[in-house]
């Protein structure tokens, strides 16, 4: 009998070249050619009459030919001018045989099909498909014709016919993996149903209306679906292993919360308790907390840290830059220095003894805290007992750095709690489809006393009054910084166009004391100009992006941002977030270079008009749509063979009650969508 995991071979028509170019498409048996769907349609259901053609049209149509000429002026090309009753068409050759000329002689009856332009006399077909025929009868097909997806050498007759065997064959025999109550509740029709509509959709359906078709948003459900249940069971294999407990002494915590120099939010103690809930189980914390710019995620993960290190195990925190990693240190040093636990600092820099001692401490357990940037995973890296890992910024690091880091505890059997912090708000939509193999915790208050900063939005015509702004700013005893962004992510360009503006501010600012900061300056020089400005050395730091994460220096309450328009609202909101840390009044303005677009506008608008990074990120989801969203994250970036998020998003939404569903009253259900959609091997390493 024919499976569903027959070879292609099985089939008429495809030979070993064939199954190679099918292969080379990821198809490799004949259910893989079922899931193969049609990227449009062409309708050759009917023909058209000429005189309804406009342009734009893709039509099927059948007319005499009236006259064939060979135009020499211009680019050589033959025209071929055909009609019915209703009117006329040019068909257009740029290339042609003597023996074409001869097929379209006066009076021979063509059927066409091509896409409708305007030419010069009218509308034309250039390079239309033809064939002469004798009569009008016959020359249309029943159902749309699907135009799959090819490789080269693969002809779309091939997929064709093949795709036609593989419905007869096996579409019978596919399980329909979605339960009964999930089809009913969405309308939606049977997997063989959906796979039969969208291979031979029937006539008078336009692409448009399929695309709209509850035979796709099915399959596209499914497909979701196989994502989000890979992640979950991700999750659930996950919590399998065994954690460290640990176990908070409350006179240590009321210590150290004594020690900080403000007291806690409330979303801040909400927060800590849902990471001490998590880790007092067996079973490893997975959890993202998400905050917004200025929140307060550090003194959150110190005290994640505090319940590791007074239950005997180390922490290791992860930054994406050095600047940030620095900061951490700065911040950890302090707030545990009568703790008796003083931070390491490992990073690409550190080298030879230094390095050597660092490695040592770690590996025999003195060292408890080590903080550092991607060098903390690097094979060469053990820890004595690692019961914690934080990482923070989340989307810079890609998932399988995360895994590395998590195996450095295996020398005591135990997987470490994981803790990842991300000031990048991630729309609840996504957060669905990238993050459900974490737990999420979302701190949704800001220290008070905060106040929004105010955003203008002013046309680089107007810097003089922005340097005469910075003027009176630094006369009142307060700082400010100059971001300078480019479209290219060239560090090379971006450090260039810093040192010139550095230099064009210093000539027009000569009594305010000017700093540049850059990605390619060494660490411990950019470290130096960051400490002098957080030192108020400085009055006005030049920077470039690399001062998006990490900075924190309350006095600077002022920022310009040069050519906003060339960054993502997130990154904008991120950089903004580097003033408003104090209690003061703040601003932040966007030098755009004009003319600017409406919707450029539009998005600078939002900034002006929002201070909250949810808000901000929901309001970016809609103005860019979830696919390029999504496409800058580094993380998850997720290969979908037929779900659009810019066209399906909506069916988001529903994913995670249906696989609740799955996973508990349809287990087997659950590898079998999986390796339908992603594959057997998942695309994501066991996490
Ligand atoms: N509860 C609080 N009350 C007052 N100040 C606080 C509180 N929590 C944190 N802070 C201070 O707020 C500032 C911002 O905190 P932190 O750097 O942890 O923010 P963050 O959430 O990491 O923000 P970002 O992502 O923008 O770096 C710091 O100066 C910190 O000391």
Redesign the pocket.
Known sequence: MDTPQQSLSRLAGIGPQSVARLQKLGIHCIQDLLFHLPHRYEDRTRIQPIGALAPGMTALIVGAVELTDVLLRGRRSLICRISDQTGFITLRFFHFSANQQTQLKPGALLCCFGEIRHGYAGLEIIHPEYKVVHTRDNLTEDSLTPIYPLTEGLRQNTVRKAVKQALALCLHQLTDWLPAAILHSHHFPTLQQALQTLHSPPAHQSSHDIQQSSALKRLVFEEFLAHHLRMLQGKMSHKRWQAPVFEVDPAVKARFLAGL?????GA?QRVIGEIETDCAQHHPMLRLVQ?????????VAACAALSALSSGFQVAVMAPTELLAE?HLR?FSAWFAGFDCEPVFLTGQLKGKARQQTLQSLADGGARIAIGTHALFQDSVHFANLGLIIIDEQHRFGVHQRLALREKSQAIGLRPHQLV?T?TPIPRTLAMLQYSDLDISI?DEL???RKPVTTSVIPSERRDEVIDRIHHWVGQKRQAYWVCTLIEESEVLQCEAAEKTAEYLSDALPEIRIALVHGRMKSADKDAVMQAFKNHRYDLLVATTVIE??V?V?NAGLMIIENPERLGLSQLH?LR??VG?GDVESYCLLLYQSPLSAAGKQRLGILRESNDGFVIAEKDLQLRGPGEVMGTRQTGQMQFKIADLNRDSELLEQIPAAAEIIYKQHPEAVSALIERWIGESGQYAEV
């Not at 120099?261 to 939010?265: A, E, Y």
């Not at 905050?291 to 003194?299: A, E, L, N, P």
């Open positions: 120099p403000f007291q806690l939010t801040q905050g917004d710019v200025g929140s307060g995620k550090t003194v900061q911040n912090m000031a701190i220290p008070p006393g994460v990490g924190d309350p991120q977030g580097r840390r």
